[in-house]
T-cell receptor, first 111, second 113 residues
């Protein structure tokens, strides 16, 4: 069974804090990994692809641990505008098989 | 502006009354897909299309139809809607497939009474 598990939260953090989310996936043959951001009732938007070597984009860092089958997202210096739901997404095979979306982790950054 | 356009944004209908949700993209993407999002269940794929006249079932295709007669359009058809199809629907597209960045439409909130 293809599953992507995330802690639903909510994570309530003060501005400026560092917060990390993990996501576990069930199939070691998984090929592609992504983090999407979704604001309430709006469309998801790609935040980052996750590469084997890890990658960073400004305040955001994504890591992949294939041995333990999890990916992580680290947000440094949290802003109020970071408040959203973060979706972990896994492509279980190469090619164009359906993506599997996690249910999301809700982040609330508080002033 | 590059975008995926879905219509309508909100739709209330009654059981059994056929409806179509339209989706159009202006990025010349080959891959298009439909998802539904329900509380506690996350996003689930309904159907996807690799190119014109090529469609495949996703995880939850029952009760839905799609067509891809031209590259830019990928309508979702509910021949006989039922209350369990009340959901938030998203259309998405990408250049070649699901391994790439997906561009989502703004969503259609459907209520079937």
């Amino acid at each position: 069974r293809k599953e992507v598990e995330q802690d639903p939260g909510p994570f309530n953090v003060p501005e400026g804090a560092t917060v990390a989310f993990n996501c576990t996936y069930s199939n070691s043959a998984s090929q592609s990994f992504f983090w999407y951001r979704q604001d309430c009732r709006k469309e998801p938007k790609l935040l980052m692809s996750v590469y084997s070597s890890g990658n960073e984009d400004g305040r955001f860092t994504a890591q992949l641990n294939r041995a333990s089958q999890y990916i992580s997202l680290l947000i440094r210096d949290s802003k109020l505008s970071d408040s959203a739901t973060y979706l972990c997404v896994v492509n279980y095979q190469s090619g164009n098989t359906p993506l599997v979306f996690g249910k999301g982790t809700r982040l609330s950054v508080i002033a | 502006e590059a975008q995926v356009t879905q219509n309508p944004r909100y739709l209330i209908t009654v059981t059994g009354k056929k409806l179509t949700v339209t989706c159009s993209q202006n990025m010349n993407h080959e891959y298009m897909s439909w998802y539904r999002q329900d509380p506690g269940l996350g996003l689930r794929q309904i159907y996807y299309s690799m190119n014109v006249e090529v469609t495949d079932k996703g995880d939850v295709p029952e009760g839905y139809k799609v067509s891809r007669k031209e590259k830019r359009n990928f309508p979702l058809i509910l021949e006989s809607p039922s209350p369990n199809q009340t959901s938030l629907y998203f259309c998405a597209s990408s250049l070649y497939g699901s391994s790439e960045k997906l561009f989502f439409g703004s969503g259609t909130q459907l209520s079937v009474l």
